[in-house]
């Protein structure tokens, strides 16, 4: 939160009238190994899907987390049309894109 703070990565502003934004809610899962202890703490932020409205907010959904799976069955094909692969930052290009209707 501080590198982002001060980064400058958002600007706090007041919702425009009438509109109510999606709260969000903090999720914590301790994961556990083969052994039954505790191996890892993670911490996720959700938006609460429940407060949106049809034919409102319903429409557009992104996650940008691709499944392992799919890398898995990419690589292959890259390999075997002799694709070039190219990586990039999702959390940057996210947070430093520009957006042009309201959130």
Same mark, same amino acid.
């Given at each position: 939160?501080?590198? %982002? !703070?001060?980064?400058? @990565?958002? /600007? ?9 934004p999606?709260?969000s809610?903090? &999720? ?7 052994? !039954? #202890?505790v /191996?890892?703490?993670?911490?996720r $932020?959700v938006?609460?899907a429940? /407060?949106?409205r049809?034919e409102?907010?319903? #429409?557009? /959904?992104y996650?940008? @987390?691709? %499944?392992a799976?799919?890398?898995? @069955? $990419? ?11 190219w990586? %990039?930052? &999702?959390? %940057?290009a996210? $947070? ?5 209707? #309201?959130?």
């Amino acid at each position: 939160m501080n590198s %982002m !703070g001060s980064n400058q @990565v958002w /600007t706090i502003v007041d919702p425009p009238k009438g509109v109510r934004p999606v709260g969000s809610k903090s &999720v914590y899962k301790r994961k556990l190994g083969a052994d !039954g #202890e505790v /191996t890892t703490f993670k911490a996720r $932020l959700v938006a609460k899907a429940y /407060t949106r409205r049809p034919e409102v907010d319903f #429409e557009e /959904t992104y996650s940008p @987390v691709a %499944m392992a799976k799919s890398i898995w @069955v $990419l690589l292959p094909i890259t390999t075997w049309y002799d694709y070039e692969i190219w990586q %990039m930052d &999702v959390k %940057m290009a996210y $947070l430093n894109g520009f957006v042009q209707e #309201e959130i």
